[in-house]
């Protein structure tokens, strides 16, 4: 069985999400997505917009997910689930994910992949 890790806050969900969960499970068997904590978040006043709560039901609630965890980053989430893959959406590439993440892949034997397509942001809708 292949298990991919996708992180994310998934604050307003938007198409762009929808698309990346559904490439990052076309990856694997089983899907696991991480949502950082509401304390976590450091996207700017009044974010998130809603709740880890309510985000967690959003992601759960999406067909190509299989399960979701609440963490405070995604390092804890590569600790604890030790996936096979590691996914990040088409706005990373291997020189712009975080250094940390990327070595813990390398030393875990985790490959780091990306969904492609058309980048999306729920962020700059609150600026």
Do not use: W
């Not at 992180?7 to 938007?14: P, Y």
């Not at 089983?30 to 998130?48: E, F, H, Y």
């Not at 990373?92 to 058309?118: L, M």
């Amino acid at each position: 069985m292949t298990t991919v890790l996708a992180n994310g806050v998934f604050d307003v969900l938007h198409f762009g999400h929808l698309i990346h969960l559904e490439q990052a499970r076309a990856m694997g068997n089983k899907l696991i997505v991480s949502v950082t904590l509401d304390s976590a978040v450091n996207k700017g006043p009044g974010r998130p917009v809603f709740d880890q709560r309510c985000r967690m039901s959003m992601v759960i609630a999406i067909k190509h997910v299989d399960e979701v965890v609440l963490v405070e980053s995604a390092m804890q989430a590569l600790s604890m689930v030790r996936p096979d893959i590691f996914v990040k959406g088409p706005d990373y590439t291997i020189d712009t994910i975080e250094p940390a993440h990327r070595e813990f892949c390398e030393r875990n034997g985790i490959a780091i992949r990306f969904t492609v397509g058309e980048k999306f942001s729920s962020s700059a809708l609150f600026k």
